[in-house]
Each structure stands twice: as structure tokens, then as C-alpha cells.
């Protein structure tokens, strides 16, 4: 074996050099990358102080008591609790604030947001797989017309569809059997999800359309129809799409402030957004009140909090979502 390799020119075994290990890079690093991270993380610590100080201060101003909520004390001086009124120190109270029924407010808003996410998320994903599956005569140019309307505000709608709500409410009222659903009820707050969403639709269906079709194809061979294929192909497959559709409806219903002030007048069922701006107009000076503007804190706090938790519970599919949307362009 030797000999033939003596024969053939190549070195032999033991004369082959072996690659040399690298030194590390971290050794040879200039100064001046040193001193350029500790700019970036000081950049960087310093623009984190700027965004996190306003909900900090709303905390502190929401534990002051009166007269001190705009002193700008990192801390309170002294320590208050405003979540209820005089009457009613305790922290645990059956009215929120002892002046209003905010804990109603806020399950209404609960409950009105998930419901209203829920059923758009899924029926958006109902009408995107259909323009990202199907192949039928004029698709491109429906889905246009699907897309135009999201350049009509909603300004543009709003009077139409509350003579619409209240023509219904009219005609259910008078009916012996079918329940009131108009003007002053909330169905008007998330029925209109029951039809999707263009810019939702839009955005589940640039998912559906990055999944390979040979998937599909594979699945009809297997006996699926097009509802199992649906649910057991494309929902899985998009879930960071559904996620962040979810995120972006549960939080615009959250803070939806003109639809309830359109269609609610009940004090009941009003929902937190519209219950916050009937605090503000009775504690405010400007609205005959004595300025009590620590139980506005209290309750922009009580409104605020709930869409922090659920960001930074859903922050890696939201992430993902957006990223996701980025590749595609």
C-alpha cells in the first residue's frame, strides 16, 4: 500500500499536515468594538427608560393620592388607594370605585373582544384559504374588490349601518319571538365580525399561499375533503397568522370607544372604553367635577393592563407573524 502511494505521487499519511486550529477572533478585537457596544447598550438602555416611563408614571399616579398625581415623583410620597371611593376603603369591593359598576364594564369588554376575535379570526381563515386554494374564473379580481374596501373609513359606513341596526332593532322588538338585537344591545359590537375582515383576510391568506400545495394534493388523494384539509392542514400550518389576527382584533375591540358610544345606552352594558370616558367627564375639572384625577389613573390602569399581559404572552407569535410578513414582502 505503501509503495503504491510512493508510486502515485500522493504524501503518505503521516505526512499530511492537518489544519491548524483558528485562534479566536474575540482575542483580536479593536478597542473601538468595545466601545461601540457600550454606546449601543447605553443607546439602547436609555430609549427602553424613555418608552417604559410613561406607563411607570401611570402606576405611580394611580397610588397618590389627591393633589400629588402630577407632582412626577418616580414613587408616591404618600401612599393611596383609589379603587374605591370614601365610603369604601376596602380593597375588595362589590362596585369598583364605589361610584360605578367598572368591574361590569370590564367583563363586558372582556367577553365583547374575545367573542369578536374569535369569530373573525375564524371566518377570515374560512374566505383566505378559499382565495389561496381554489382556482375559480375572476379570483384576482374579487379579491381586488375585497382589498378596495379598505380604503373606505369607517366614517364613510357609520351612518348607513346604524339605520341599519336600528331599522332591526325595530322589527326584533315588535316580534314575539325573536330577541332585540339592535340599538342599545351589543350585538352591533361584534356581529359585524361574523364577515371577516379585508385586511385580515388579506393577511392569512399570504400564509395559506406559502404552505405547498402538494400537501393538499397529497390529502385529497388520502380522502380528505376540502373542510378536513382546512383544519388539519392549513389552520396548523398558519397558527402564527391566526395568533397575531387574534392579537390585532382582541385589541382594537379592547380600546373600541366610538362603536359603543353610537349604540350603548345602558350603563350596564356599556364596555370599559366608553366606562373610562364617563369617568373622565364626571372627576375631570372641565366636566363640573373636583378633579379626582387619580381615580382616572386608577381606571386608564384597569383599561391598560389586560393588553400588556396578553402582548407579552403572545409576544413570540406576534413577532413571528410580522417577521413571517417580511420574507414574503
Not at 42 to 53: A, D, R, T
Not at 61 to 87: I, S, V
Request: aromatic share 18%; charged share 15%.
Amino acid at each position: 500500500m505503501t509503495t503504491e502511494l510512493q508510486e502515485s505521487g500522493a504524501a503518505p499519511a503521516a505526512a499530511v499536515r492537518l489544519p491548524q486550529a483558528v485562534p479566536s477572533q474575540r482575542r483580536w478585537l479593536p478597542k473601538t468594538g468595545w466601545i461601540t457596544f457600550a454606546i449601543f447598550l447605553l443607546v439602547m438602555i436609555g430609549l427602553s427608560i424613555l418608552f417604559l416611563y410613561p406607563f411607570e408614571w401611570l402606576i405611580a399616579a394611580t397610588f397618590k393620592p389627591r393633589g400629588e398625581t402630577f407632582d412626577n415623583r418616580f414613587l408616591p410620597q404618600h401612599w393611596a388607594w383609589n379603587f374605591t371611593g370614601e365610603n369604601q376603603p376596602s380593597p375588595f369591593p362589590q362596585k369598583l370605585f364605589n361610584v360605578a359598576p367598572v368591574g361590569r364594564w370590564m367583563l363586558n369588554s372582556l367577553w365583547i373582544s374575545f367573542l369578536a376575535a374569535t369569530v373573525t379570526t375564524f371566518t377570515s381563515a374560512l374566505v383566505a384559504f378559499a382565495f389561496a386554494y381554489f382556482r375559480f374564473p375572476l379570483r384576482n379580481f374579487f379579491f381586488g374588490v375585497l382589498l378596495a374596501t379598505m380604503m373606505l373609513p369607517g366614517e364613510v359606513t357609520m351612518i348607513p349601518v346604524y339605520l341599519l341596526w336600528n331599522k332591526i332593532g325595530h322589527f326584533t322588538l315588535d316580534h314575539p319571538v325573536l330577541p332585540h338585537i339592535g340599538v342599545n344591545t351589543q350585538y352591533p359590537l361584534w356581529v359585524p365580525n361574523l364577515f371577516g375582515s379585508a385586511f385580515y383576510i388579506f393577511l392569512q391568506r399570504q400564509f395559506f399561499l406559502g404552505i405547498p400545495r402538494d400537501y393538499f394534493e397529497a390529502a385529497r388523494m388520502d380522502g380528505d375533503n376540502y373542510w378536513s384539509m382546512f383544519r388539519r392542514i392549513a389552520l396548523p400550518l398558519a397558527k402564527p397568522a391566526l395568533i397575531v389576527t387574534f392579537i390585532f382584533e382582541l385589541q382594537a375591540k379592547w380600546f373600541d370607544l366610538i362603536t359603543p358610544l353610537i349604540y350603548l345606552r345602558d350603563q350596564a352594558l356599556f364596555t370599559a372604553p366608553l366606562g373610562m370616558k364617563i369617568l373622565l367627564d364626571r372627576f375631570n375639572n372641565v366636566g363640573g367635577g373636583e378633579g379626582d384625577y387619580q381615580v382616572i389613573m386608577a381606571g386608564t390602569l384597569l383599561l391598560v393592563l389586560p393588553m400588556v399581559i396578553l402582548f407579552a404572552a403572545f409576544q413570540k407569535y406576534f413577532i413571528r407573524g410580522i417577521a413571517t410578513q417580511g420574507r414574503k414582502g
